[in-house]
């Protein structure tokens, strides 16, 4: 049995449906973008030697290493000061901030 092809009228408003639907809304700049931009800039290109680009990271990663430096299980002095003075939600937003930007490519193209 085939599947009827869809009407052009039909189409079009399905295009025009799928069009108009938001992209992947990129996330609002954290409350808390501050403590990280420093040493890990804005975008999560690190100009600092020694510090990791975090831009372009996974999410879950990064939600895991800055709950690990809150808690201790991960030790850094100044990342540990850093993360306890987080929120659980200013977790969740900083990792969402620096998994949508586009990472660090060595040579500076993106």
């Known amino acids: 049995m085939q599947t009827p092809a869809l009407s052009f009228p039909a189409s ?3 295009f025009a449906g ?6 992947l809304a990129a996330p609002a700049k954290p409350a808390k973008l501050g403590l990280c931009s420093a040493c890990h800039g804005v975008d999560g290109t ?20 800055l709950s690990d ?11 540990t000061s850093l993360a306890n003075a987080l929120q ?3 977790i969740q937003a900083l990792a969402a901030w620096y998994a949508a930007q586009p990472g660090f490519v060595k040579g500076g193209a993106r």
């Open 12 to 14: 079009l408003v399905l």
């Open 18 to 23: 799928l069009a108009a639907a938001p992209a």
């Open 46 to 65: 690190s100009r600092t030697a020694g510090t990791p680009h975090i831009g372009g990271q996974d999410r879950v990663y990064l939600e895991r290493a």
């Open 69 to 79: 430096y809150r808690s201790g299980k991960r030790q850094h002095v100044p990342m």
């Open 88 to 90: 659980p939600r200013d």
